[in-house]
């Protein structure tokens, strides 16, 4: 495992290539037309708003991380991976830009659908659970509480949400409408598989995978690819195995290898006297707090690949 570099990298700015679009966390960039090169940045959102601060070395931790599971998940479901090396299509002058935190990748067909899986009642699901007993839909057991392991992993879609929305939970009903049974069905069904295989995984290293959501694509022959982030703290959320069962009996959030660190201080955050509305811009992070989060994300990276 390589360490990540100590210089941050809010936004890339590479000039060899033509840039595609500019997401939360990555910057796409065409190669050719059938090719697209992922630069993972060291932004970070929170509640869909990108924070002003980066988080230095995130991006190629994260980068790390997704390597690491679409090696071991690859048996399941192809991946939208090339194997050529990212700095083989930039300048050399632009080739620190993209070392080590970028990914070179077939271009695909989005699937509009955020694939959510979870294992366990957080955020918005628990959230949702307090109202109606139900996530997304799915009917849950009464008696549970914060943070607390479900029967049986449940499959939760959402609508994917333009740049600055909130993307909106849905019914596995809306995506049978949005892309027909066959393929809603599909994509439910590898989503568990793959959440399954990694939670088991994670375990094993001593971290509970509680969520996480999955992102998927369309060869031009059609067949169904997992693609973008998978796994990263950034689309899951990971707890340590110490810790949770006290947290649990609390009915509070268990300590968090994610953006929980973030949230949980964004909640209580102000802005000129009143808490933050979750609007951009977001409150600028402490330094404390930049650092405390990095942490995070190098320990969970180090306990996985340990």
Not at 154 to 170: F, Q
Not at 186 to 195: C, K, N, P, T
Not at 256 to 284: C, H, I, M, N
Request: charged fraction near 25%; glycine fraction near 8%; include cysteine.
């Amino acid at each position: 495992m390589t360490q990540p570099s100590t210089s941050a990298l809010h936004t890339s700015a590479l000039t060899s290539l033509p840039l595609l679009a500019r997401g939360k966390v990555r910057d796409n960039y065409a190669v050719g037309t059938d090719r697209i090169l992922m630069v993972a940045s060291d932004r970070l959102s929170a509640f869909d708003v990108i924070m002003g601060e980066p988080i230095p070395g995130k991006g190629e931790l994260l980068t790390q991380m997704a390597l690491f599971w679409f090696d071991k998940l690859g048996h399941i479901v192809p991946n939208h991976l090339t194997g050529e090396a990212p700095e083989s299509v930039v300048t050399p002058a632009e080739a620190p830009q993209v070392r080590g935190r970028s990914m070179l990748v077939q271009r695909l067909k989005p699937i509009p659908i955020e694939a959510v899986v979870r294992g366990y009642l957080a955020g918005s699901g628990w959230k949702e659970y307090q109202e109606s007993r139900s996530v997304c839909g799915v009917p849950l057991p009464d008696g549970l509480s914060n943070a607390a392991r479900l029967p049986h992993s449940i499959y939760t879609p959402a609508a994917k949400a333009a740049m600055g929305e909130h993307d909106e939970n849905i019914t596995f009903e809306r995506t049978v409408e949005m892309v027909g049974p066959e393929l809603a069905a599909r994509i439910r069904d590898i989503s568990i598989q793959l959440y399954e295989a990694a939670a088991a995984i994670a375990l094993e290293k001593g971290m509970i995978i509680a969520d996480t959501k999955f992102e998927f694509g369309l060869a031009p022959d059609g067949k169904l690819v997992l693609m973008d982030e998978v796994l990263t703290p950034d689309s899951s959320r990971y707890w340590p195995v110490e810790g949770y069962a006290e947290a649990l009996a609390r009915g509070e959030n268990p300590p968090s290898y994610d953006k929980q660190f973030v949230r949980d201080w964004l909640e209580q955050a102000q802005v000129g006297g009143k808490p933050w509305d979750k609007t951009a811009p977001a409150p600028r992070l402490p330094r404390e707090v930049v650092e405390k989060t990095a942490a995070k994300y190098r320990e969970a990276l180090q306990r996985l690949t340990a």
